[in-house]
């Protein structure tokens, strides 16, 4: 069955900090992986996507992401945080068949000055 | 180019209502998904619609239901709510054809709270 495991609930970090939020999905086939981001009520904004071809992909707001296929993972990196940053972070893995889209939990990531 | 519009953003029934959601899909694009976000729980797929069809479903109760009008437009609709339907409703629209569709857009969610 496909699922996503986003192992952090929460992670807090410094301004200026690096970030990594990480993501491990199990998915049969070549999964398309996403990240989205929502600020407190908001919908969610897509971050990055990968769905083949180098397995390092650049998003907005100077995010990026790493494929793993041998470690079924989706980490997503940021070399220097900054407060407008805080936000809740989901990971996700759409289906190759059909337009249905499984998400991690989230992990909600607090900035301190 | 417009996003996604959902209404109401917020709005408050009791036990037992029913409520009807609405999601205006990006121009163009064809799909609308709905999904159920919770804390802890995070979004759970409920359905998609495509032409006004609907092709995939999630493990919700038949309480859940949508539909999609030929404009694209989308409604979902929840009957006899009880506590644990209180929780943020995301439509998300995507250019989706006979596949994958690649992204999807969401819009800002509907609010709902059940007392």
């Known amino acids: 069955a496909q699922s996503v495991t986003q192992p952090d609930i929460h992670i807090t970090v410094s301004e200026g900090a690096s970030l990594e939020l990480r993501c491990n999905y199990s998915y049969g086939a070549t999964p398309y992986l996403f990240w989205y981001v929502q600020s407190p009520g908001q919908g969610l904004q897509l971050l990055l996507k990968y769905f083949s071809g180098d397995t390092l992909v650049q998003g907005i707001k100077g995010f990026e992401a790493e494929f793993k296929r041998s470690q079924s993972s989706f980490n997503l990196r940021k070399p220097s945080v900054h407060w407008g940053d805080a936000a809740e972070y989901f990971c996700a893995v759409g289906a190759s068949t059909g337009n249905q889209f499984y998400f991690g939990t989230g992990t909600s990531l607090t900035v301190i000055p | 180019k417009a996003g996604v519009t959902q209404t109401p953003r917020y709005l408050i029934k009791t036990r037992g209502q029913q409520v009807t959601l609405s999601c205006s899909p990006i121009s163009g694009h064809r799909s609308v998904s709905w999904y159920q976000q919770t804390p802890g729980q995070g979004l759970q797929f409920l359905f998609e619609?495509?032409?006004?069809?609907?092709?995939n479903k999630g493990n919700f109760p038949g309480r859940f239901s949508g539909r999609q009008f030929s404009n694209s437009r989308s409604e979902m609709n929840v009957s006899t709510l009880e506590l644990g339907d209180s929780a943020l409703y995301l439509c998300a629209s995507s250019l989706a054809r006979g596949g994958f569709a690649g992204e999807l857009f969401f819009g800002e969610g509907s609010r709902l709270t059940v007392l």
């Open positions: 619609y495509f032409s006004e069809t609907q092709r």
